[in-house]
């Protein structure tokens, strides 16, 4: 299966502040997604990474606050933008291609003070 | 929302099988069933999946009943490394979209 880096592994922020994730993968893949981990939540998706095309967000998430890059097959930023306390979370990169059974990096915690 | 029902909790030994149950009464055709692990502190681990035949792979066995509607996933010499949350998950395979909807899953406790 890919192996999937994220960076950072973890952060503390100030409220306002904006920090961009990045998503790296070892080879070509389909398909990216973003995922969000509230504490003690299960993972939601944020939305899908389209290469060379806006992302497609899912139903209470807005380009303005996770803005989505994904220049090429193996690689996406999410950046969480106007930080609050309520965005202190997991922020989970996956990755699938076809046929193939999805894949998880192992996340970015982030803290907000 | 999530298409299937898992118990909150379970506790296995370790050295023995470990057994979670999951029901997706409403599991359509073309829907696989999924499981996937979460360990603390790591992102989620896929585990399985089939489609209506039994699978196993190194990791674990998968037992869908005839008519589909649950199925078990079977650990069987659990170690206290399988301490995880389990997530049983249906999902379509192809297409141009494949999205993971994830309940809350199982906490399986290994004890020694």
């Known amino acids: 299966s890919a192996v999937i880096s994220q960076k950072p592994s973890r952060d503390i922020c100030q409220r306002g502040t904006s920090l961009t994730i990045q998503c790296q993968v070892d080879?070509?893949?389909?398909?990216m997604f973003w995922y969000r981990q509230q504490p003690g939540q299960s993972l939601t998706l944020i939305a899908t990474?389209?290469?060379?095309?806006?992302?497609?967000?899912e139903s209470g998430f807005v380009i303005d606050k996770f803005p989505i890059s994904r220049p090429n097959l193996t690689f996406s930023t999410l950046t969480v933008s106007n930080m609050s306390p309520e965005d202190s979370s997991i922020y989970l990169c996956?990755?699938?291609?076809?046929?193939?059974?999805?894949?998880f990096g192992d996340g970015t915690r982030l803290s907000i003070l | 929302d999530a298409k299937t029902t898992q118990p909150t909790s379970m506790d296995c030994a370790e050295g023995r099988a470990a057994n979670l149950p999951c029901n997706h009464s409403?599991?359509?055709?073309?829907?696989?069933v999924y499981w996937y692990r979460q360990i603390h502190s790591q992102g989620p681990q896929y585990i399985i999946h089939?489609?209506?035949n039994n699978e196993t792979n190194e990791m674990a066995s998968l037992i869908i009943t005839e008519d589909r509607k649950s199925s078990t996933l079977i650990l069987p010499h659990a170690t206290l490394r399988d301490t995880a949350v389990y997530y049983c998950?249906?999902?379509?395979?192809?297409?141009?979209?494949?999205?993971?909807?994830f309940g809350k899953g199982t906490l399986l406790t290994v004890n020694p």
């Open positions: 990474a389209n290469q060379g095309s806006e992302a497609t967000y």
């Open positions: 080879s070509q893949v389909t398909m």
């Open positions: 409403t599991i359509s055709g073309n829907e696989y």
């Open positions: 998950i249906v999902d379509t395979v192809g297409g141009s979209n494949y999205k993971l909807t």
């Open positions: 996956s990755v699938r291609s076809s046929n193939q059974p999805q894949h």
């Open positions: 089939g489609l209506k």
